[in-house]
């Protein structure tokens, strides 16, 4: 546009401003804003680390003893990831074979997935999106009930308020509030529980995250927001995302503490949500957790991850795989030996044959059940809708 | 600028399969080729070329400051485009699926829709939102919506929805050489339709707001647009060659929905007296209901029998495994030809005595 003034030159400093508008001001001069401007909380304790933090492979890691509680957690994160590696190996089969009519895999993602789900206590809630359908598997949910809505089956299989993980959420970010509505909501019933509610790098740029977070922080309700930042949203890299220092970062500006983790550790992220949780629960207000990880496969089955990175990136990644950690952890510690391998891979094994076995058999829909649930009472109309399609139906079978 | 701005090739070149795909992209291409004020954003539509590959190769033509990956966020695509729009750029951005295009509803309803009126034609709106729109590709929820009534029902929103490969380039070059705010909804069962095209030389289409007959016929007229354009032409097909009824189906493809050409319709339903609108779009409060009564308005005196909708159910889209029963066909669509009073006695519907009685669903 042609006459538009460029920028000004650089401003006088903010001394010369300020003596230059209360010139024509009588009266109290205060040359700084009143107290009641002050930010009520120090910035610095909710800083993330610079480092993401670790513990496999760690100085840490080898102080710990070779029995005890630690251990045992170690075995069962292990013997979770196996099974959550092979589960999402066998779903990613069935989409091939036509079973799933579309698979998110969190392929890369399994120590997040684990440690979300093992993290959790029994009255706790999760809130997965469409990539966690292993969180729901791990926290011991049907796999082929959590798997409904990628098979191409009704959209949500299982029971939520009963197995308190909501259904998984497509819109991104949009079921971020709806963590931080049932975490609050259980507060004021004075239950303690407290919401864990997972979200994409992706997700984060949507106004729904902010609204959630500013909520949460606002209400100090006992929600924790874990990240899993795997590098990409579909096709678009996280530095077309955000420009903030880390995602972790972002928790500064709500009020609330944020923690960046190695979301490839499952030690890691599973010590740092227990914590998030805990402090959650007893009244200490949210946590966004940014996880630092990667998605091993493409976006879903449908995408073509080889038109925006390399395989060189891929490979990096494979490197520090979450399996391999634990796995190199544990003999590292001399807590595996072959009969934990084997039982482990047994364990995931069956998980598959099993799903394999259910996902191999068509479910059948009854189509006049499509009115049913759109309203507690079906209305006029979808009663003479549900009619017509009877009719159809019925048509269609005297002509067969 | 108009659709027509190509030069004719010298040497006329053959036309070749193109899908209805290419043809958009196409359409993207040339327009930011005849005006370096049309910058195209949104998710994924950079070094991907868009989930569906509508902007493949811009990014790498143009820079990516004219093709641009954004952050994840709707209501910040349509709010920044306003905001370019008013500094004088040409933007088309693109939703990546119907039902993601709510998070920037605010953004279309509140600013997009009425800045022109706001400012009292100071501040116009020269920006295309894309929609991949529809169902009929087994796509899990929130990914088949049909939102156009949203849009229909908003003041100050062209909403164009092309259904052949020429119009799918003719009507974006109209969308986005238009001064106002377009929501341009592309059936996504249409992308990989063929027709004979030629880039070189695009076929003239007439501009957004002009309906075209498909197909001539007498017997009564089928009213749609968009997805179900195809499947409407099936039918007339169908009946022709099914000796025992033997209409003869006139199928008019709107193009446009806002603006609506109450003339074409009219004119056709005035000739066959009778008329059936198509749409996937639930039926209640749908596009059906307002054509409906623009056609009774115009046509009371004509009409042999009540204008008849055949509509996707009032349910939030179905799962894949369902979608077939939700969508209109031709089976369901020659049932509402048949009930348009042939017999001048009114045909009760099939089942529609069950349901009046209450049936529980
Ligand atoms: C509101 C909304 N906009 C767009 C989409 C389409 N979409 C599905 S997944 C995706 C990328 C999400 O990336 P991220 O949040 O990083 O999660 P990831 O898939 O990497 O787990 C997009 C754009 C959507 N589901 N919801
Ligand atoms: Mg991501």
């Known amino acids: ?303 073509d991850a080889t038109r925006y990175r390399t395989d060189d990136e891929v490979e990096a990644w494979r490197a520090h795989d979450p399996v391999t950690l634990l796995e190199h952890e544990l003999r590292g510690r001399g807590l595996l030996d072959e009969a934990t391998v084997r039982e482990a891979e047994e364990a995931a094994e069956q998980q598959a044959a099993k799903l394999r076995e259910r996902m191999h058999q068509d479910p059948s829909l009854d189509p006049t059940q499509l009115f049913a649930h759109v309203y507690a009472e079906p209305t006029p109309q979808l009663r003479d809708q549900a009619a017509r399609l009877r009719a159809e139906l019925a048509a269609g079978e005297e002509t067969r | 600028m108009s659709t027509a701005t190509r030069q004719p090739a010298a040497q006329p070149v053959d036309r070749k399969p193109a899908t209805m795909g290419q043809a958009l992209g196409r359409a993207l291409r040339d327009a930011m080729a005849d005006d370096p004020d049309v910058h ?122 092309p259904a052949t490969v020429a119009d799918a380039y003719g009507l974006l070059r109209a969308a986005i050489a238009s001064d106002d705010p377009v929501v341009f909804l592309e059936p996504k069962r249409l992308y990989w339709s063929k027709a004979d095209w030629n880039p070189q030389e695009p076929d003239a289409v007439p501009g957004i707001g002009k309906a075209v007959v498909r197909r001539r016929g007498s017997s009564a007229t089928l009213i749609t647009y968009g997805p179900s354009v195809p499947v409407c032409l099936e039918a007339a097909e169908a009946t022709r060659e099914d000796g025992a009824e033997g209409w003869d189906l006139e199928v008019i493809d709107l193009r446009s929905l806002v603006p609506f050409d109450e003339e074409t319709v009219a004119a056709s339903v005035r000739r066959t007296g009778r008329a059936v609108v198509v749409h996937e779009s639930p039926g209640f409060a749908g596009p059906g209901g307002e054509i409906a009564a623009r056609i009774t308005e115009r046509c009371f005196h004509h009409l042999e029998a009540p204008v008849l909708r055949v509509a996707g159910f009032d349910i939030p889209y179905p799962p894949p495994m369902l979608e077939q029963h939700h969508l209109p066909g031709v089976d369901r669509i020659l049932d509402a030809v048949a009930r348009l009073q042939w017999e001048s006695d009114y045909t009760e519907s099939p089942g529609s005595a069950e349901g009046r009685g209450g049936g529980v669903v």
């Open chain 2, 40 to 161: 195209v954003f949104g998710e994924d539509v950079g070094t991907l070329g868009g989930v569906f590959r509508v902007t493949d190769g811009l990014a790498a033509q143009f820079g990516p400051d004219r093709c641009t990956d954004t952050p994840l966020a709707e209501a910040g695509i349509l709010g920044t485009a306003v905001g370019m729009a008013m500094y004088g750029l040409r933007p088309v951005v693109e939703m990546q699926f119907d039902a993601f295009a709510y998070p920037g509803f605010e953004q279309l309803v509140s600013h997009v829709a009425r800045m022109r009126n706001r400012t009292r034609g100071r501040m116009p709106m020269p920006l295309t939102v894309r929609v991949p729109y529809g169902g009929g590709i087994g796509g899990v929820e929130h990914h088949s919506d049909s939102s156009e009534a949203y849009y229909m029902a908003t003041p100050g929103l062209h909403v164009v929805a």
């Open chain 1, 1 to 303: 546009m042609s006459g538009v003034p460029r920028l000004p030159a650089p401003q006088p400093t903010h001394e010369e401003v300020l003596v230059m508008t209360v010139l024509e001001q009588p009266g109290a001069y205060a040359p700084a804003p009143p107290p009641s401007w002050r930010p009520r909380t120090d910035a610095g304790p909710l800083l993330p680390d610079t480092e993401p933090y670790r513990v496999l492979g760690t100085r840490a890691a080898g102080r710990r003893e070779g029995s005890g509680p630690e251990a045992e957690l170690l075995r069962r994160l292990y013997a979770a990831v196996v099974r959550g590696r092979r589960f999402n190996e066998q779903a990613t089969a069935l989409t091939r074979q036509g079973r799933l009519a579309v698979y998110p895999s969190s392929r890369g993602q399994e120590a997040c997935q684990v440690a979300a789900a093992l993290a959790l206590r029994e009255h706790d809630w999760l809130f997965p999106s469409y990539r966690d359908t292993l969180a729901a598997v791990a926290r011991g949910l049907d796999p082929v009930e959590v798997l409904s809505l990628l098979r191409g089956d009704w959209h949500h299989g299982y029971d939520s308020p009963g197995t308190r993980v909501a259904p998984l959420c497509t819109p991104l970010a949009t079921q971020l509030p709806h963590a931080v509505g049932l975490a609050h909501a259980a507060r004021l019933k004075g239950d303690e529980v407290a919401a864990l509610a997972l979200v994409g790098d992706g997700g984060t740029s949507e106004g729904d995250f902010h609204e959630a977070l500013n909520f949460a922080a606002v209400w100090q309700a006992p929600a924790v927001f874990l990240v899993q930042n795997n590098g990409f949203a579909i096709s678009v890299p996280l530095a077309k995302q955000t420009a903030a220092p880390s995602l972790a970062h972002k928790a500064v500006g709500y009020g609330m503490p944020g923690r960046l983790v190695d979301g490839n550790d499952a030690v890691a992220v599973h010590e740092v949500l227990c914590e998030a949780l805990d402090r959650a629960r007893a009244g200490g207000g949210p946590t966004l957790v940014e996880a630092v990880t990667y998605r091993l496969e493409a976006h879903t089955n449908a995408d």
